[in-house]
């Protein structure tokens, strides 16, 4: 969908993360779930690798990057290939948006 970018170059780095990081990303999950509600039909905006939708039972995604989607269709979140932007819902489709953002840095 978009040209390469960091966020298909760096994507099993980044899901890595969350697996060597066990404690700060459950402190994540923790400081957000309050925020998300318990039934519904959700999407999360920018699912990523699908580290957060996963959790809170969220199975729709959005998201540009190939790599991401690919390893979040694989933990059976249905990803829309498509920004922000330009949703590729209608308005009245999906109860509730979700969107956590994080940011990633290349030390490398």
């Known amino acids: 969908m978009c040209k390469h970018t960091n966020f298909d170059k760096y994507a099993i780095e980044y899901d890595r ?3 060597q990081n066990h404690f700060a990303y459950q402190s994540e999950l923790a400081a957000i779930h309050r925020f998300i509600p318990d039934k519904g039909l959700g999407v999360e905006i920018g699912t990523g690798t ?3 939708s996963t959790p809170f039972s969220i199975t729709v995604g959005v998201e540009p990057s190939d790599t991401m989607a690919a390893i979040a269709s694989s933990r059976g979140i249905t990803v829309h290939r ?4 330009e949703l590729p819902f209608s308005r009245y489709a999906i109860e509730y948006e979700f969107q956590f ?3 990633m840095e290349n030390s490398k």
Do not use: Y
């Open 17 to 19: 993360w969350f697996d």
């Open 50 to 52: 699908g580290r957060f």
């Open 82 to 85: 498509a920004r922000a932007e």
């Open 101 to 103: 953002s994080q940011f």
